[in-house]
């Protein structure tokens, strides 16, 4: 029987590289595309003062950024790439949440000559177990001869971090929550994979990382 949990905080990033530095959206093209993702998202209440522009001495640092805080959402582009951010990330909003990514970045690339080469999304999470100490559901990472250091001494903090050619996975105490385990996880994907392909490739890994750790989440009412 998975260990019950429930999920108090968790938050997404989005991050997509260009192939090369569009070096436009720190010079002519600049304007006309911040212009366009303010028309973007003025139909989700997007207000000007939540948005910023700043041009360092470093061409790489050159930015321009936008916040829907009510949203918990905030992105920006610069030559480089750009990034999508959520806090306080669930699945029920994530659909919602993805028309907003979406129309912000078909303004962006459209009208210009960036091509992504690259997509990364970040997802950490705090699991908080109802019915099961933390150290029972981390025990059988930890080698045997080394399990009675968490489990009976109680130990104060635990790390365990896989890295591999397109993604990593960290598990960790949560600082944030009582009884509580931090996941983070990551998956590159070549190319621009349409945002719906990328969800539901990000849901199917987190179903798997539940299922090796053996946990569910209850879902209230």
Known sequence: MPHLIKIPAASVEYQARFARPCIGFI???RPRAAEAIVDALLPFNFQLANSESAS???LAAHKVSFKLPERGISLYFSAE?????KDGANWET???DGQVLVAAER???DGSTARVALCTVNLGMHLQLLTTPR???LAPFVPEP???FLVERKANTYGNHLKWATGDLLLDFSLL???SIFVRFSAQFDGHPPVSEIMAAVRREQHTIFQILDVRERIDG
């Not at 790439?81 to 951010?85: D, I, N, V």
């Open 135 to 137: 150290e029972e559901v």
């Open 107 to 109: 303004a962006l690339l």
């Open 177 to 179: 929550f009582a009884n």
């Open 56 to 58: 360092l001495g470093n």
């Open 27 to 29: 010079g002519t093209d």
């Open 81 to 85: 790439e750009y990034r999508f951010s």
């Open 146 to 148: 080394f399990r009675h």
């Open 94 to 96: 994530a659909e919602e």
